[in-house]
């Protein structure tokens, strides 16, 4: 393995600036192709139930709305995964997760146990994602990243190119695990290797599937640490160009260690319309990689055009079904849904609806009580809020003691 990764670097040898003009070429080459070429995929949008879940009275009333919101080719809706791992040198340090202890305790040539180290319990992580991935609608691969002051190294190499065969990308992991993690972090090479791969730019080594939303999954504990430059300006500038080509990023920042000095993970989920999570036990790094939405929309909105607010609650299953909650006032309700596709196309739904009480299926009926368990606990959330203003306020207002 160590062989593997020496002749890729020899192979590709180029220096870390040249690397990077060389990857936003490929992908203003991709996002030109991509305007050139006529895109099979639709939006479905519908708004198919309604019920009314408290009357309007002294206050406004409740009402629950649902449908189907998904882009997609045919029946299917595709997605291709690129998980971006963070193989720097912290990551050889113990996960805390499972009975060993530590990296470092290992034997030479011997695989680590994948709970032994952070990156170990990436790997992990990733692996236990698979399990719920539709090898008919969703292709994998795998891109490792680190950083090196050697201006001649490369900084992220592609582990395995997307595939709907998971056998390989298992292979993929658990030989990434015989490598010893080493060097600083380079997000943004992470991200633009990630997207090359996603848009089957010429220097990729995956095909480009038109129809599929484009995600990108960043798993990563340290800070941005390279280019020596700007490391966080780069890895945002790298996020808008991956928005400017459909390409979602959801990063996983592991740890406390010095994330509070940083919002770069959070900046790039926010502008590529991605997930941020920090991670600070990592026995709940997989479980928070499973509820990610892996969608090709962008945005799904919900408002009543007749109050002009917003839903109070909105949830999108995977199968493309959503429920919302909604304020609603007596007489008609002018509903409106609209879906944005990952590439910017738009789709909208209105209707005017007098709402009344209804009987909604099992499945239906338990959408509807999530909303509103999730309703009660920003509620609640926002009652504690002010009750601790109202607390704090009096202690400002005591005037000062002789």
């Known amino acids: 393995m160590h062989g593997r990764r020496e002749a890729s670097n020899s192979k590709m040898n180029v220096r870390v600036v040249g690397l990077s003009i060389v990857l936003l070429a490929g992908l203003v080459r991709a996002d030109d192709r991509a305007r050139a070429e006529p895109d099979g995929s639709e939006i479905t949008l519908t708004l198919d139930s309604i019920d009314r879940v408290r009357a309007p009275a002294a206050e406004p009333g409740l009402g629950y709305v649902s449908g189907r919101a998904l882009a997609h080719q045919g029946e299917l809706e595709l997605f291709d995964v690129m998980f971006v791992i963070d193989t720097s040198g912290s990551t050889a340090s113990s996960s805390g997760v499972g009975e060993g202890s530590s990296w470092l305790k290992r034997l030479p040539g011997v695989p680590v146990r994948r709970s032994e180290s952070i990156l170990g319990a990436e790997v992990a992580a990733i692996e236990s994602l698979l399990d719920g991935f539709d090898p008919r609608t969703t292709r994998v691969g795998l891109v490792s990243f680190a950083g090196s002051e050697n201006p001649r190294a490369d900084s992220a190499w592609v582990e395995a190119p997307l595939t709907s065969d998971y056998a390989q990308m298992r292979k993929a992991l658990a030989d990434r695990l015989l490598v010893d993690p080493e060097g600083g972090t380079n997000l943004r090479a992470g991200l633009l290797r990630g997207a090359i791969e996603l848009l089957g730019t010429r220097s990729a080594e995956s095909t480009r599937r038109r129809n599929a939303g484009l995600h990108v999954v960043v798993l990563t504990d340290g800070l941005p640490t390279l280019p020596e430059r700007n490391p966080e300006g780069g890895a945002i500038r790298a996020a808008r160009s991956l928005a400017k080509r459909g390409v979602r990023a959801h ?142 306020e009096p202690e400002r207002a005591k005037p000062p003691v002789d």
């Open 251 to 392: 990063v996983f920042e592991i740890g406390a260690r010095g994330w509070g000095r940083s919002h770069a993970g959070s900046e790039v989920a926010r502008i590529t319309h991605g997930e941020h999570h920090t991670v600070s036990d990592l026995a709940e790094l997989a479980p928070l990689l499973g509820r990610i939405e892996f969608h090709s929309l962008r945005e799904l909105r919900v408002t009543n055009r007749t109050t002009g607010a917003p839903a109070l609650e909105l949830v999108k299953d995977d199968d493309g079904e959503y429920g919302a909650l909604v304020s609603v006032v007596a007489g008609v309700n002018r509903i409106e849904v609209v879906a944005i596709a990952s590439d910017g196309r738009e789709h909208r739904v209105e209707r005017e609806i007098v709402f009344s009480d209804a009987q909604l299926d099992g499945r239906q009926r338990a959408r509807q009580e999530r909303l509103l368990a999730l309703h009660s606990a920003a509620n609640a959330r926002e009652k504690s809020a002010r009750e601790k203003t109202l607390a704090v």
